[in-house]
């Protein structure tokens, strides 16, 4: 039997969060826009998981926008800012080794106008502060730095860019898909001022995520969906309930220990002849490995019926070596030898 370990691709929807959805998929389907009693109990459903969201990050729940997930959240960060700036266009500071979906938002953004500086790693995997002061010039307009790599694990030092974005006076926007739930957040302490995140990296539905906006009631983000005036006006079309309730249950009921099969797993690697991307901060959950050889490949994958990525999830039909993996100095045959083994997630310090 093929042993499932891709949880940084997506996950299972547990339990808690179909029995919470279950409700308003069968019986409570009003529109929560609605004006009558079952809207209200809709809406108020989805202020319960709003609140969930915030309390998880230390923000307040009006500062919580629900999206279709991470990557509508992030185009929502990255071109509601840059929309805002059409006329005299600017500057946006990212990394090489970002999602794709922050990758091709950015390369658009060129496209039409704006620059983007690019950060280059260091062999680890890690974008320093000191990299973001360097690149900051006049006409900055954005830093967009992930919480964690979803290829190596990785951890960024968020609220040391957080720091340099505020004491410049520049918005700080972060991927937070892999580290929401997983990591402590605290927006304000870590001076982020909007953060995406996943529903279906934490056990929870796909097809709803969120992007916390700071002050989002008076944010000068240009939406990149009108509508009837929901989600404050920053994100139209019908809120969809039973998705919104299930994020919220999956923030709730979010393991905090790890399964047995993270103990299986460090027994089993030790077999074989390895080296583990990404250094030493790095999120328990995602193992990057290189094996030695092709022999040593083979026999990893002959012996063990894992379902694992080389790479990310949206990398996996190319042929192409992926980005992150070159960005951190692997060849192609040592990224061609590269997997990445992502164990179910449990929240631990961070």
């Given amino acids: ?86 006329n005299d266009k600017g500057h946006i500071i990212t990394s090489s080794i970002e999602h794709k979906c922050i990758i091709n938002t950015c390369a658009f953004l060129e496209s039409i106008g704006f620059e983007v500086t690019y950060l280059e790693p260091e062999h680890t995997g890690l974008i320093t502060t000191e990299s973001v002061a360097a690149a900051i010039r006049e006409d900055t307009l954005l830093i967009t730095i992930h919480h964690v790599n979803n290829e190596l694990g990785c951890i960024q030092p968020i609220a040391e860019i957080g720091d340099l974005a505020f004491s410049s006076d520049i918005p700080f926007h972060t991927d937070s898909a892999q580290g929401f739930c997983k990591l402590d957040i605290d927006v304000d302490d870590m001076n982020i001022d909007m953060l995406s995140l996943s529903g279906h990296k934490i056990f929870g539905p796909k097809g709803i995520g969120a992007l916390y906006v700071r002050n989002a009631r008076d944010s000068e ?66 193992w990057n490995v290189t094996f030695k050889d092709d022999a040593e490949v083979q026999r990893f994958t002959s012996e063990q019926a894992w379902l694992i990525s080389q790479g990310s999830a949206c990398n996996a039909l190319s042929n192409m070596p992926s980005h992150v993996l070159t960005a951190i100095g692997l060849s192609d045959d040592e990224a061609r030898r590269t997997y990445r083994v992502s164990l179910p997630p449990f929240h631990v310090k961070g």
Avoid: C
């Fill in 1 to 86: 039997m093929n042993k499932y370990f891709d949880y940084a691709a997506s996950t299972p929807v547990s339990f808690e969060v179909i029995e919470a959805m279950e409700a308003w998929l069968r019986e409570s389907f009003a529109n929560p826009s609605a004006a009558h009693v079952e809207a209200e109990n809709a809406s108020n459903a989805i202020q319960v998981a709003r609140e969930s969201i915030a309390e998880r990050i230390g923000s307040m729940p009006s500062e919580v926008i629900f999206t279709s997930g991470a990557s509508e959240a992030n185009n929502m960060a990255i071109k509601g800012i840059a929309f805002s700036h059409l």
């Fill in 221 to 286: 983000l240009v939406p990149l969906i009108h509508g009837g005036g929901q989600e404050l006006g920053l994100r139209g079309g019908t809120s969809p309930t039973p998705l919104i309730v299930g994020l919220g249950a999956a923030v709730d009921h979010f393991p905090t220990t790890p399964s047995q099969q993270h103990s299986y797993f460090e027994r089993v690697i030790e077999r074989y002849n390895y080296k583990r991307n990404g250094g030493d901060n790095v999120v328990p959950t995602i």
